[in-house]
């Protein structure tokens, strides 16, 4: 009990509790606009189901994780692939899609699954996977359940694994030239999609317009995103007005905000209530809480990054640490790419801020996920405590 507790990460859980925090306060205020009682009172689902996240979250912490990963990590991979697919058969479409399956999201479940899957395989076979082979195992790992998350479809989630993957093959030392060079491509590919992009804005004739974006693989929401990114005046009183009012509600914010509660933009419904309390929360917290808020809550994401970090570094086990690697390069991705759209830096796609967005089953999630990445710090250390 002793060095469980002088080995637990408290400053992972103070600043995730923290976080967790500004996400009830908000998220109260953001529902406080809506005339559903279940919507107003959203704030308390958060606070119940963080609770419950906690509480699981110390109880994977107890649990030696290498244990976990002997079990659990590839049938609990296959399992969320048998999910993914049951809930593109016999999930709830909504907004036109199919990503519920009865009260939980399964593509959250994947993430987290695929990422223990991972730590197990390359851990455990460092050694003869730093090649191409290596590369291909993790195609076989990271690339079905992305292509099950593209096909509900839900282009945001399914991309936010990439990251994930490169963090974690790159800290596995897998094909690490090979990688580099695709990441390079990636660039290239993504910087050509956006020149495409701009060269059909620049278009006077909408024929000629739409002959250009034709050429792009994506659905028609897809390319209003991308069209909105490149020239948020494209359509400023549709699909581009969430990124407009969310802009202006984080410029109004100034130094101290206007005060919990009295966001205009949110009050007035220029920030749609559909979005407040979920992928655009920042910008209720920036206009509400200003600078000093909006700073104070990446200075806490920075101290959920930083002590992960360390805690990867202290860790004396190549699954341990691939493990904290992969929740970290995940939750990262989710925050700046949320914050990043937020303010115009990113094209818009849906992604949820950690611990502050209302969704139930990625709140659960990502404390089970610090649950992993406190178990590595309690266990993935050789040396005890009391003998350095």
Known sequence: MKNFLLRFNWILLLCAMALIGFGIVFIGSAGSTRTVAALQNAWRAHALTAAFGLGLMFLLATVDYRKLLDWAAIPGHLLSLILLVIVLVFGAKIYGGRRWLWFFQPSE????????????????????????????????????????????PDLGTALVLAPTALAMLLAARIWTKG?????????LAAGMVLGTVQAAERQVD?????????????????????????????????????????????????????????????????????????????????????????????????????????????????????????????????????????????????????????????LVTTLAALGLVQSVAVHGREIDIQDQ
Not at 114 to 141: E, P, Q, T, Y
Not at 179 to 187: F, G, R
Request: hydrophobic share 50%; with cysteine; net charge positive.
């Open 179 to 187: 990688l580099v060079t695709m990441l390079i491509l990636a660039l």
């Open 109 to 152: 479940v994947a993430k987290l699954a695929v990422i223990v899957c991972a730590a197990h395989v390359f851990g455990c076979f460092s050694d003869r996977l730093a090649n191409f082979k290596g590369f291909l195992i993790g195609l076989l790992i990271f690339v079905p359940p992305a292509v099950l998350i593209l096909a509900e």
């Open 206 to 362: 909408p024929e000629a317009k739409a002959r250009i974006l034709a050429r792009l693989p994506f659905r028609p929401h897809q390319i209003s995103r991308l069209r909105t990114f490149v020239n948020p005046d494209s359509d400023p009183y549709g699909s581009g007005w969430n990124l407009r009012q969310a802009m202006i509600s984080i410029g109004s914010g100034s130094l101290w905000g206007k005060g919990v509660g009295h966001g205009e933009q949110k009050f007035l419904g220029y920030l749609p209530p559909s979005v407040s309390m979920n992928d655009f929360i920042f910008s209720v917290l920036a206009e509400e809480a200003g600078f000093v808020g909006s700073f104070s809550v990446l200075l806490l994401f920075l101290g959920v990054f930083a002590s992960s970090a360390f805690t990867a570094i202290r860790c004396t086990d190549d699954r341990g640490r691939l493990l904290v690697i992969g929740v970290t390069a995940l939750l990262f991705s989710h925050m700046y790419i949320n914050v990043a759209m937020s303010i115009g830096l990113m094209p818009i796609t849906g992604l949820p801020l950690p611990f502050i967005s209302a969704g139930k089953t990625f």
